[in-house]
């Protein structure tokens, strides 16, 4: 089997479509991490790492993506 190569014109689907795509996952992560996310659970995180549960309610905020 092949690997899939992203070009103009094999591949799943166009370049354009997977920069599109990639760049619009790459803004969404940055807004949801900046402007959704509140402070006390930025703290929260960097204070306990793996432990927080704010990190649980981040990462359902970061998968959740319309």
């Given amino acids: 089997m092949r690997p ?6 094999k591949g799943i689907f166009p370049l354009s479509t997977f920069l599109i795509l990639l760049l619009s996952l790459v ?6 991490d900046f402007y ?3 402070i006390a659970w930025g703290r929260d995180k960097n204070n306990k790492h793996e432990k927080s549960s704010k990190l649980f309610y981040h990462t ?3 998968s959740y993506r319309p």
């Fill in 36 to 38: 959704f996310q509140p």
């Fill in 4 to 9: 899939v190569v992203f070009t103009k014109s």
């Fill in 60 to 62: 359902v905020m970061q």
């Fill in 27 to 32: 803004i969404l992560h940055v807004i949801i």
